[in-house]
Nanobody, 118 residues
Framework: QVQLAESGGGLVQPGGSQRLSCASSGIIFSGYDMGWHRQAPGKERELVARITRGGKTNYADSVKGRFTISRDNAKALVYLQMNSLKPDDTAVYYC????????????WGQGTQVTVSS
């Protein structure tokens, strides 16, 4: 059974930093492109960052230069380092796998809430 489990969410002040982690099981982690999406209240879920099997990354324009996605294949973990957080970054953040060589999500985690507020 495939499981993705996010952690690291919480309340952070504007300008602060937070690191999210996603632990996977039931998959050959190194064989998947991985990503982070987010969904704010009343908005559609959007792709925030993606990292390929080979480590190539891409980001939504709204987070470029502030967020960094990385992966540890030995530990089957993917991370999202978020710096210079803004209130607009408030959302539920979801870890996902992608269907190979596409931007179509295959497996989802349960999500972790990030709230940016003073």
């Amino acid at each position: 059974q495939v499981q993705l489990a996010e952690s690291g969410g919480g309340l952070v002040q504007p300008g602060g930093s937070q690191r999210l982690s996603c632990a996977s099981s039931g998959i050959i982690f190194s064989g998947y492109d991985m990503g982070w999406h987010r969904q704010a209240p009343g908005k559609e879920r959007e792709l925030v960052a993606r990292i390929t099997r080979g480590g190539k990354t891409n980001y939504a324009d709204s987070v470029k230069g502030r967020f960094t996605i990385s992966r540890d294949n030995a530990k089957a973990l993917v991370y999202l380092q978020m710096n210079s957080l803004k209130p607009d970054d408030t959302a539920v953040y979801y870890c996902n796998t992608f269907i190979r060589d596409t931007y179509n999500a295959l497996h989802w985690g349960q999500g972790t809430q990030v709230t940016v507020s003073s």
